[in-house]
């Protein structure tokens, strides 16, 4: 497997790699995201399987070992698997997340202590500034956390927006129904009350683009994206309940 390196913003690279075999016959996407700064961060490890091919590409961007800080969205094989790989390969590095992931998991499973972050909390890593912002359950899972690089407004959105195959790097071309059909393929996403206002409180950052995690990344008015998203998840959850009702 190849993984290939694109600019989605200045200082912003994506390294995604093709897996055909998911999801055929037409495939699925694994991006990670550098964040090149004076301590570089990387969102998304990548599952174990893929850490030679992604970090053979993103030393073509710089040398691993500068790797200052490591982060994702929550704990799983796809976020988070080759978290170790990473630590071993950049002694100086170390995974930031927020509270709950580092009390339920991350002090246990990453080889170096982690560093815990309070939702808000903004990490300046010379020449960007990241904000952490707590997502529990959304897109899944109590630990979920998302980043907000304020300097290019860009929000690392994880699973939000997972889309189905290979398409370009960063699109202006509205992804929601894509996503809808990767959602209504997978249903991965937890339908809560909350799932739609906390979409909304992401919305409300008025980011300039989307780095998603799965499918291509977004640049355009992505708080009407944003807001789309939350009214479908809003409108699933509603038809749910009506459904258990009429049962019931």
């Known amino acids: 497997m190849e993984t290939k390196v694109d600019a989605i913003a200045e200082g912003i690279y994506r390294l995604s790699t093709f897996v055909p075999e998911i999801a055929a016959p037409?495939?699925?996407?694994?991006n990670q995201f550098l964040i090149d700064a004076e301590e570089p961060l990387l969102f998304h490890c990548g599952p174990r399987s893929l850490f030679p091919s992604?970090?053979?590409?993103?030393?073509?961007?710089m040398p691993v070992e500068r790797l200052r800080w490591i982060s994702f969205g929550h704990i799983e094989a796809d976020e988070c698997g080759s978290m170790n790989l990473w630590l071993a390969a950049a002694p100086q590095a170390q995974v930031v997340h927020g509270q709950t992931a580092?009390?339920?998991?991350?002090?246990?499973?990453?080889d170096r202590p982690p560093r815990a972050l309070a939702?808000?909390?903004?990490?300046?890593?010379?020449?960007r500034r990241v904000r952490y912002i707590d997502t529990p359950?959304?897109?899944?899972?109590?630990e979920s956390g998302?980043?907000?690089?304020?300097?290019?407004?860009?929000l690392f959105c994880g699973d939000l927006f997972t889309q189905i195959g290979q398409g370009p790097a960063v699109t202006k071309e509205s992804v929601l129904e894509a996503a809808i059909a990767a959602e209504n393929a997978f249903q991965a996403t937890s339908l809560t009350p909350a799932t739609g206002p906390t979409i909304r409180m992401l919305?409300?950052?008025?980011?300039?683009?989307l780095a998603v995690m799965h499918g291509s990344s977004y640049e355009g008015d992505c708080a009407d994206l944003l807001s789309q998203l939350a009214h479908y998840y809003?409108?699933?959850l509603a038809a749910k309940s009506a459904v258990g009702l009429r049962e019931g």
Do not use: Q
């Open 26 to 30: 037409a495939g699925f996407t694994f």
């Open 234 to 236: 809003e409108a699933a």
């Open 146 to 154: 998302l980043i907000y690089e304020e300097t290019t407004r860009t």
């Open 203 to 209: 919305a409300a950052l008025e980011p300039r683009r």
């Open 137 to 142: 359950h959304v897109p899944h899972a109590w």
């Open 119 to 127: 939702d808000g909390d903004v990490m300046d890593i010379g020449g």
């Open 54 to 61: 992604v970090s053979k590409a993103l030393s073509a961007i």
């Open 102 to 110: 580092c009390m339920v998991s991350l002090n246990d499973l990453a």
